[in-house]
């Protein structure tokens, strides 16, 4: 039984060097010279199939942000968590699997609305002090306000809501989401 759980971490020690070999491609593909380097080309060869099976779960494909290779690697770092604990408690149950996957999950989750809601932030402080004509700010709307304007919608109940009180509104909603989230998580596991 020693030599199942054995082989249990060193699957999950496996999954977690691939991993870190999947963060080291997508930092390559920022780079030219590195990702068309042999050892690039090794990596895109060995790390591709996988990211690019995340590519079809996008939700901004419309946007210039791809967010894909952050589900890639979180369900990397999930396998890897539910191999190391049971390889750590040398037991499987439905329970404990449940309890990794919904923290894992909820990890990924709350990383994402962290980040948006700094974004959002950002924004909302641009806003203020009328910092709005680089061209980064076109760029970050051109993700943020669908989002932004879908939600001041439905508690304007569609009618026009200027953009700095939509702002407001949705960084708002996002922190309450975030927080409500993490109570009942917490209270899950």
Do not use: H
């Not at 496996?14 to 780079?31: E, H, K």
């Not at 499987?92 to 700094?118: A, E, K």
């Not at 879908?150 to 809501?161: A, E, Q, Y």
């Amino acid at each position: 039984m020693s030599f199942i759980f054995g082989l249990v971490s060193a699957a999950a020690s496996a999954v977690s060097l691939y991993s870190l070999l999947c963060v080291i491609r997508i930092v390559f593909t920022w780079l030219p010279d590195l990702n068309y380097s042999p050892f690039g080309k090794l990596l895109a060869a060995v790390c591709d199939p996988w990211l690019n099976i995340f590519k079809k779960f996008n939700p901004f494909k419309r946007s210039p942000v791809d967010i894909s290779p952050m589900f890639a690697l979180g369900v990397l770092m999930l396998i890897s968590s539910v191999l190391k604990q049971i390889a750590f408690r040398r037991r499987f149950s439905l329970w404990m699997l449940f309890g990794t996957v919904v923290s894992i999950l909820w990890s990924i989750c709350s990383s994402i609305l962290t980040f948006f809601n700094i974004l959002l932030a950002v924004r909302l402080i641009a806003e203020l002090l009328n910092r709005t004509q680089n061209p980064i700010w076109y760029t970050m709307d051109s993700v943020l306000n669908p989002i932004i304007y879908k939600v001041s919608g439905f508690f304007s109940r569609n009618r026009f809501v200027k953009p700095k009180m939509a702002l407001i509104i949705t960084l708002v909603c996002s922190i309450a989401v975030q927080f409500g989230l993490g109570i009942l998580v917490s209270r899950i596991i």
